[in-house]
Nanobody, 123 residues
C-alpha cells in the first residue's frame, strides 16, 4: 500500500521561500505522474503543479514562475520549491499520486493522497 508523507510546511513572510517534500513508500514511485494540490479554508482544492513519470511538468497560472515541481525517483520523493510566496498561497498542501503516467489535472485520477502540510504566508 502506497504511503505519501509531506513535510516542509510552515510560516513564512511574503516574498519568502519554502521547499515541500513528499516521501513515498510501499509502491514503485517512478511509474506514475505526481501532483501537488492545495486547499485554502472555504475554497476548493486546486492542482498547483504536476509532473509526469518522464519529467514533463505543468503549473497553475497562479504559481507559474514561482513554484517548481521535481521528483527524485531514486529517493521516491516529490518536491515543490516555492519562491516569492504570497499571502494567497496560504493553504494546506497535499501531494498525490496519479493512476496514470501522463500529466493530468483530473483529481479523480489521483488515487493516493498524503495527509497534507500547512503553509502560511504572513507578516
Amino acid at each position: 500500500q502506497l504511503q505519501l508523507v509531506e513535510s516542509g510546511g510552515g510560516l513564512v513572510q511574503p516574498g519568502g521561500s519554502l521547499r515541500l517534500s513528499c516521501a513515498a513508500s510501499g509502491s514503485i514511485f517512478s511509474f506514475n505522474a505526481m501532483g501537488w494540490y492545495r486547499q485554502a479554508p472555504g475554497k476548493q482544492r486546486e492542482l498547483v503543479a504536476a509532473v509526469a513519470s518522464g519529467g514533463t511538468t505543468n503549473y497553475a497560472d497562479s504559481v507559474k514562475g514561482r513554484f517548481t515541481i521535481s521528483r527524485d525517483n531514486a529517493k521516491s520523493t516529490l518536491y515543490l520549491q516555492m519562491s516569492s510566496l504570497k499571502p494567497e498561497d496560504t493553504a494546506t498542501y497535499y501531494c498525490a499520486r496519479a493512476s496514470v503516467l501522463y500529466l493530468t489535472s483530473r483529481s479523480d485520477l489521483y488515487d493516493h493522497w498524503g495527509q497534507g502540510t500547512q503553509v502560511t504566508v504572513s507578516s
